[in-house]
T-cell receptor, first 111, second 114 residues
Framework: GENVEQHPSTLSVQEGDSAVIKCTYSDSASNYFPWYKQELGKRPQLIIDIRSNVGEKKDQRIAVTLNKTAKHFSLHITETQPEDSAVYFC??????????FGKGTSLLVTP | DSGVTQTPKHLITATGQRVTLRCSPR?????VYWYQQSLDQGLQFLIQYYNGEERAKGNILERFSAQQFPDLHSELNLSSLELGDSALYFC?????????????FGPGTRLTVL
């Protein structure tokens, strides 16, 4: 499947700061880019997604940006809170039907 | 609660054994996906079924197989188990086979091979 590089692997921020996670890919056919949040021992849950015909999408404190030319997309979390602490995965559809996931970013928000 | 159910929640077995994991998709979802999550490999796509037919294969070992039944539930069969098969196995479902395709994950089955 499509290789998705996700950085950083760990991220520690203070409550109220912003957090940014970036993913890069190589297949220009990719057209759907979701982000999942996984709390310890729980299922991954979709928090936001973006399609390839849109450059940016925002939902309250969470935003995703997509640069198709450079083949990267990023998750932005503003005004972070301790409950944002979790592992975040980027993913994308390649030319098939499944999701290819990045390796994940462990975000820790300290009070 | 995503509406996707998986059983059992935990499974402990020995090397060489065979197990079956079960998944029931959300009502109305035709696609079922299986993923393996281990500490060193992240979330790995194994296989997808759509309305009873295999649609896509990922990094699934030959010792593993799956099927989707007429009532759309799916089973993942793991045989000749090895220590390295210990992982969290997730099932996900979605309405359509491709395109913008939000996948809803089940709670997972934690498999421990001793």
């Amino acid at each position: 499947g499509e290789n998705v590089e996700q950085h950083p692997s760990t991220l520690s921020v203070q409550e109220g700061d912003s957090a940014v996670i970036k993913c890069t890919y190589s297949d220009s056919a990719s057209n759907y880019f979701p982000w999942y949040k996984q709390e310890l021992g729980k299922r991954p849950q979709l928090i936001i997604d973006i399609r390839s015909n849109v450059g940016e999408k925002k939902d309250q404190r969470i935003a995703v940006t997509l640069n198709k030319t450079a083949k990267h997309f990023s998750l932005h979390i503003t005004e972070t809170q301790p409950e944002d602490s979790a592992v975040y995965f980027c993913a994308l559809h390649d030319s098939g039907y499944a999701l290819n996931f990045g390796k994940g970013t462990s975000l820790l928000v300290t009070p | 609660d995503s509406g996707v159910t998986q059983t059992p929640k935990h499974l402990i077995t020995a090397t060489g054994q065979r197990v079956t994991l079960r998944c029931s998709p959300r009502s109305g979802d035709l696609s079922v996906y299986w993923y393996q999550q281990s500490l060193d490999q992240g979330l790995q796509f194994l296989i997808q079924y759509y309305n009873g037919e295999e649609r896509a294969k990922g990094n699934i070992l030959e010792r593993f197989s799956a099927q989707q039944f007429p009532d759309l539930h799916s089973e993942l069969n793991l045989s000749s188990l090895e220590l390295g098969d210990s992982a969290l196995y997730f099932c996900a479902s979605s309405v359509v086979a491709g395109g913008r395709n939000e996948q809803f994950f089940g709670p997972g089955t934690r498999l421990t091979v001793l």
